[in-house]
């Protein structure tokens, strides 16, 4: 007997559409993407997909991430307090 028990999945949400007002959590707050993204540059770092990506907490700009090639790269972007 498995050690674990089989709960049924979530109910569907229905899509939404940009257009549509945001959903509420329990006490009527707005829940969703908090903000934009908007593309400032763009850099290839690699022939396959990116799969992990995360900012140093202690420098600016400092990041690493690892793609399907099995490679890790770290990286550092400038000019962030120009945006």
Do not use: Y
Not at 7 to 25: C, E, I, T, V
């Amino acid at each position: 007997m498995p050690a674990f028990s089989l709960l049924p999945p979530p109910p569907h949400q229905p899509a939404r559409l940009p257009s549509d007002p945001p959903p509420q959590d329990q006490d009527g707050k707005e829940m969703g993407v908090a903000g934009t993204m908007e593309q400032v540059s763009w850099r290839n770092f690699s022939s396959q997909p990116i799969n992990s990506m995360d900012w140093s907490p202690d420098k600016q700009g400092l990041f690493v991430c690892s793609a399907f090639d099995q490679c890790l790269r770290v990286g550092i972007a400038t000019k962030l307090a120009s945006l």
